[in-house]
């Protein structure tokens, strides 16, 4: 069992950046493919990256694809989203998730652990 804590949300000005971390207790987060997901008021939680385990592949949502990227440190046992160029669409809590599977996933059932959210808050 793994226990997800995200931090570094806040609020930005449109155009500018945030990088997001969520921090996992134990030691086999290198054995979680991990992804980040985000739910806007009003509207079902959606996908927005994925990395495999090693790091090696990533995966992203067409909406943030070339503004955001999703890394990973294993020996910090953390996975980032560093979020560039934002918009007052990207306003919402932001979740990271861990998958016991091998291969990413941009379904949300496909993800076993999650964490609480941050909030991330882009004005116009």
């Known amino acids: 069992q793994v226990q997800l804590v995200e931090s570094g949300g806040g609020l930005v000005q449109a155009g500018g950046s945030l990088r997001l971390s969520c921090a996992a207790s134990?030691?086999?987060?290198?054995?979680?493919?991990m992804g980040w997901f985000r739910q806007a008021p009003g509207k079902e939680r959606e996908f927005v990256a994925a990395?495999?385990?090693?790091?090696?592949?990533?995966a992203y949502s067409d909406s943030v694809k070339g503004r955001f990227i999703i890394s990973r440190d294993n020996a910090k046992n953390t996975v980032y989203l560093q979020m560039n160029s934002l918009k007052p669409e990207d306003t919402a809590v932001y979740y990271c998730?861990?998958?016991?599977?091998?291969?990413?996933?941009?379904?949300?059932?496909?993800?076993?652990?999650w964490g609480q959210g941050t909030q991330v808050t882009v004005s116009s």
């Open positions: 998730a861990a998958r016991t599977l091998r291969l990413p996933s941009m379904r949300e059932l496909d993800y076993d652990y």
């Open positions: 990395i495999t385990r090693s790091g090696g592949s990533t």
């Open positions: 134990g030691r086999t987060f290198s054995s979680y493919t």
